[in-house]
C-alpha cells in the first residue's frame, strides 16, 4: 500500500473548504489509488466548525482518506505537506482601503510561507486560492527561501473553466472540444480569457466564432465578472465551483496536461511574454512529471498586448505596495 499523500488545507472550514474536502478525501484531487491524509489549519475560532466536517468526513467512510487533523498553528499544519491548498484568506470588507487588505493578508501569506519553508515535504507544491491570490502567493514565495519558487502557484483556473463554458456555448458545441484557452495575468478583474490560440475541434476558436464585438462586450466582461453574477443570483459566492477548479489545478498539475492541450495557472515569470520576472502571472502552462513549463512562441495580437499588459501592470502595482509595507 503507498505511502498518504499529505494535503494541508487553510480556511478548512470556510465555503470553498466545504465544497473542497470531500472531493480530496474521495481521491478526486490526486487520483483514485492515492490515499491522503488532511491537515486543516483554521483560526482558533473557527477550529470547532472545522472538527464539524471531520466528523462528516468520517462518516463518509473514504477508503483512500487515512485521516484528518486539525490544527491552529500554522508550523504545525504544514509539517510534512505534500500538498498545500492556502484558502484561507482576509475577505475585503466594506470600505476597506486596498492597503489593508493586503496587509491582513501579509499577516496571514507571510508566516504560512515560513512555516512552509521550515516543514514542508520536499516535493511541497502549493495553490493559492485567497484572494489576492497571485500576491498572497508572492507574499508566501518571499518568505519561504529554500522552497524552489516554481512550488508557489495560484489559482485562475476557475478564470479558465468559466472561459471554456462561455466559449463552447457560443460555438455550440462541448467543452470537451475545446483546447489550447488561456487566462493571461491576474485573477481580478483584469484578468484575459485569450481565445486567439484556442481550438474548436481542431479549428482556430477565434476565427471560427469571428466575432470581435462579442469577444470584448460580452465573452470578456462575462468572464471576469462571473463572481459577482453567482453571488448576484445565487446570494452566496461561488464556492462549489472554486473548489472544482483547485481540485482541477492540483490534478493537472501533479497528473499532466493531455498531448496537445495546456491549462492556466498563475505561476513564477521567468520573463515569458514581457511579464516582468518574479511576477506570478497566469500563463498557458503545459504539465508533466509534477513539473509545469509556460507554453513558449506564441505570436501575441495587439489586442491581446494590451490586455496582458494592463493586467500585468495591476500585478506589478500589487508587488510594489506589498515591498512598501515590508511584506516581501
Ligand atoms: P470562502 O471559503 O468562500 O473563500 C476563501 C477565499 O477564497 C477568499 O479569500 C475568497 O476571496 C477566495 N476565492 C477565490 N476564488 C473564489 C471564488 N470563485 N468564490 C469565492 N471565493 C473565492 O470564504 P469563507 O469566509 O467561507 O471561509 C474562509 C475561511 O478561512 C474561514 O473559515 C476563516 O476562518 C478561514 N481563515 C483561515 C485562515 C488560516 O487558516 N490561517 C486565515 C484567514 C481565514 P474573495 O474574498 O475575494 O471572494
Redesign the pocket.
Given at each position: 500500500t503507498r505511502t498518504p499523500v499529505n494535503v494541508t488545507v487553510?480556511?478548512?472550514?470556510?465555503?470553498?473548504?466545504?465544497a473542497l474536502l470531500f472531493r480530496i478525501a474521495s481521491g478526486q484531487l490526486l487520483g483514485a489509488d492515492v490515499p491522503v491524509r488532511l491537515r486543516l489549519?483554521?483560526?482558533p475560532?473557527?477550529v470547532k466548525?472545522?472538527e464539524g466536517t471531520a466528523m462528516e468526513l468520517d462518516d463518509c467512510a473514504f477508503p483512500l482518506l487515512s485521516g484528518v487533523d486539525i490544527f491552529?498553528d500554522?508550523t504545525k499544519?504544514f509539517e510534512g505537506a505534500n500538498v498545500a491548498l492556502?484558502?484561507?484568506?482576509?475577505?475585503?470588507t466594506k470600505g476597506m482601503e486596498r492597503g489593508d487588505l493586503l496587509e491582513a493578508n501579509g499577516g496571514?501569506f507571510k508566516?504560512?510561507g515560513e512555516a512552509i519553508n521550515a516543514g514542508a515535504a520536499d516535493d511541497i507544491k502549493v495553490l493559492v486560492?485567497?484572494?489576492?491570490?497571485n500576491t498572497n502567493a508572492l507574499i508566501a514565495r518571499s518568505h519561504a527561501p529554500d522552497v524552489p519558487a516554481e512550488r508557489f502557484t495560484a489559482?485562475t483556473r476557475?478564470d479558465h473553466n468559466r472561459a471554456l463554458a462561455q466559449l463552447a456555448r457560443k460555438a455550440g458545441v462541448s467543452v470537451a472540444d475545446l483546447r489550447k484557452l488561456t487566462i493571461w495575468g491576474n485573477?481580478s478583474a483584469t484578468q484575459y480569457p485569450d481565445i486567439f490560440h484556442a481550438e474548436i475541434a481542431g479549428k482556430n476558436a477565434a476565427e471560427t466564432v469571428n466575432d470581435q464585438a462579442w469577444l470584448e462586450n460580452d465573452f470578456i466582461p462575462t468572464v471576469a465578472k462571473?463572481?459577482a453574477a453567482?453571488i448576484e443570483a445565487r446570494g452566496a459566492?461561488?464556492?462549489a465551483?472554486?473548489a472544482s477548479?483547485a481540485i482541477d489545478h492540483v490534478h493537472t498539475w501533479v497528473n499532466g496536461t493531455a498531448e496537445g492541450d495546456w491549462t492556466s495557472m498563475a505561476v513564477v515569470s521567468d520573463g515569458s511574454y514581457g511579464v516582468p520576472e518574479g511576477l506570478i502571472s497566469s500563463f498557458p502552462v503545459t504539465t508533466k512529471d509534477g513539473a509545469w513549463e509556460i507554453v513558449q512562441g506564441l505570436e501575441i495580437n495587439e489586442f491581446s498586448r494590451g490586455r496582458i499588459d494592463a493586467s500585468v501592470a495591476e500585478l506589478a502595482e500589487e508587488r510594489d505596495a506589498v515591498r512598501k509595507l515590508g511584506l516581501i
Open positions: 487553510t480556511g478548512a472550514a470556510g465555503q470553498i473548504g466545504y489549519l483554521e483560526i475560532q473557527a466548525a472545522a491552529d500554522a499544519a492556502l484558502v484561507g484568506a482576509r475577505p475585503r496571514i508566516p504560512q486560492v485567497g484572494n489576492p491570490a489559482m476557475l485573477h462571473r463572481g453567482i459566492s461561488s464556492a465551483s472554486a477548479a
